[in-house]
């Protein structure tokens, strides 16, 4: 597909099914019932299909802002919603069959889902920090205050890979060392500090695009982003310093 306009409606499109999906869930819940928390719950097909739908549709929004190819820009996109609905997909799945989607190797299918989602995170990690290396090799375009809320935003959505991924390999370790139960457990000091960090490409550009629309001058726009910057950055930190405190 070699059409930016059309990859970019595809990829609004497959984010506004997940988002979908995550409603759809939030429905089931609300009939279904059972617990809100721990490794099986409809929780994660709600939060999952509301979190990689809402980033997808932040991602492709977002990158249209970068000095990137646009042969370069499309496929990586493609890629990456392609990813999105596996991730989406394969935690919906266990949560139909009542089992753990992480961390689970009680059978071979089970092992081969869970290292699904694994490597597709790693996929996730890969592309993200390509489009966040683009972010800051050349200053993005767009209104006053766009290009710092775009970097921002890239900068801060590392540290959500990173901690996603220390959770990842925190739990497989426990898995393969024979404590399972530990492994389900052991992503809850991580968890706050992932969330807030994981939306900052969303909600920094979102403020400056909204700026743009004001009457208010570049210079007031580009404070107002700045102070936005560092109120979210306060904010990981935070949640940075509730995972030290609560890890075990």
Known sequence: MKNPRAVDRLCHATGLLLVLSGLVHLVVFAVDGGPWVGPVSWRKPVTFGLSFGLTLLAITWVTSYLRVGPRLRSALLLVFAADCVVEVGGITLQAWRRVPSHLNMESPFDTAVSMTLAV????????????????????????????????????????????????????????????????????????????????????????????????????IRRRIVATAVGCYTAAVAGAGVWAVLTYR
């Open 120 to 219: 597709g995170g790693g996929v996730l990690v890969a592309l993200l920090t390509v489009f966040a290396v683009a972010s800051f090799r050349h200053r993005p375009t767009g209104p006053a205050g766009m290009p710092l809320a775009v970097r921002s935003g890239f900068a801060i959505l590392l540290v959500a890979l990173a901690s996603g991924a220390a959770m990842i390999a925190r739990g497989v370790v426990l898995t393969r060392t024979g404590h399972q139960e530990a492994a389900y457990h052991s992503t809850a000091p991580l968890k706050p500090l992932h969330g807030v960090s994981l939306h900052a490409v969303l909600v920094l550009p979102a403020l400056a695009w909204l700026l743009s629309h004001s009457h208010w001058g570049e210079g």
